[in-house]
C-alpha cells in the first residue's frame, strides 16, 4: 500500500503561482496512475488533473487547462501540480491520489489518497 504525502500549499495572490508536491513510499510511484482532486469547503471534491504511469500523457480539468501543470518523476517518487495564474477560486484543499487501473476524473477510481495541503489564492 503507497503512502502519500502532500506539501507546497500556502497563501499566494492572485495571478501568483504555486507548486505543490506529493511523495510516495512504501511502493514505487511507478506502479501507479496518479491523480490532483481539490476539495473547497461546502463543495464535492473536484478532479484537476491526471497523469499516466511514465508522465507521457496527461488530462486536465477545463477549470485549469493551461493554467496548471501535472508532472512526475518516478525516481524521486514524486507527483507535481505546477499552477500559475492563480484565482480565488482555486482556493481549496489539494489532493493526490494515486490508482492502479485509471487515469480518470472520478474520486472513486483512485485507490490511495494523501492527507491534502491547503491552497489560499487572495484577491
Known amino acids: 500500500q503507497v503512502m502519500l504525502v502532500e506539501s507546497g500549499g500556502g497563501l499566494v495572490q492572485a495571478g501568483g503561482s504555486l507548486r505543490v508536491s506529493c511523495v510516495a513510499s512504501?511502493?514505487?510511484?511507478?506502479?501507479?496512475?496518479m491523480g490532483w482532486f481539490r476539495q473547497a469547503p461546502g463543495k464535492e471534491r473536484q478532479f484537476v488533473a491526471s497523469i499516466n504511469w511514465r508522465g507521457h500523457s496527461t488530462y486536465y480539468a477545463d477549470s485549469v487547462k493551461g493554467r496548471f501543470t501535472i508532472s512526475r518523476d518516478n525516481a524521486k517518487n514524486t507527483v507535481y501540480l505546477q499552477m500559475n495564474s492563480l484565482k480565488p477560486e482555486d482556493t481549496a484543499v489539494y489532493y493526490c491520489?494515486?490508482?492502479?487501473?485509471?487515469?480518470?476524473?472520478?474520486?472513486?477510481?483512485?485507490?490511495?489518497w494523501g492527507q491534502g495541503t491547503q491552497v489560499t489564492v487572495s484577491s
Open positions: 491520489a494515486a490508482s492502479t487501473t485509471t487515469w480518470g476524473v472520478e474520486p472513486r477510481e483512485y485507490d490511495y
Open positions: 512504501d511502493e514505487p510511484l511507478s506502479r501507479y496512475r
